[in-house]
């Protein structure tokens, strides 16, 4: 759970650093669902970014 002092995003990335999904948040961040029917089996690297920088970072695997 994460307290954004200012506006921020949720990121999504593939493998190769393009962006996939970019959703807004703000306030107290808690959990996010991400909608991954369009998105194949991999590894993906997600971040929660602020205007003060990257307040979070991590990776995700998914398996269909």
Same mark, same amino acid.
């Given at each position: %759970?994460?307290? =954004?002092?200012?506006?921020?995003?949720? &990121?999504?990335?593939?493998? =190769? #650093? $393009? %962006?996939? =999904?970019? %959703?807004?948040?703000? *306030?107290?961040? #808690? +959990? $996010?669902? +991400?909608?991954?029917? &369009? =998105?194949?089996? *991999?590894?993906?690297?997600?971040?929660?970014?602020? #205007? &003060?920088?990257?307040?979070? /970072? *991590? /990776? +995700? *695997?998914?398996? /269909?």
């Amino acid at each position: %759970e994460y307290n =954004l002092q200012s506006e921020g995003s949720f &990121n999504l990335y593939d493998v =190769l #650093g $393009q %962006e996939l =999904l970019r %959703e807004p948040l703000q *306030g107290e961040v #808690g +959990i $996010q669902n +991400i909608y991954t029917v &369009n =998105l194949s089996s *991999g590894i993906y690297f997600w971040e929660i970014a602020t #205007g &003060n920088g990257i307040a979070a /970072k *991590g /990776k +995700i *695997g998914i398996m /269909k």
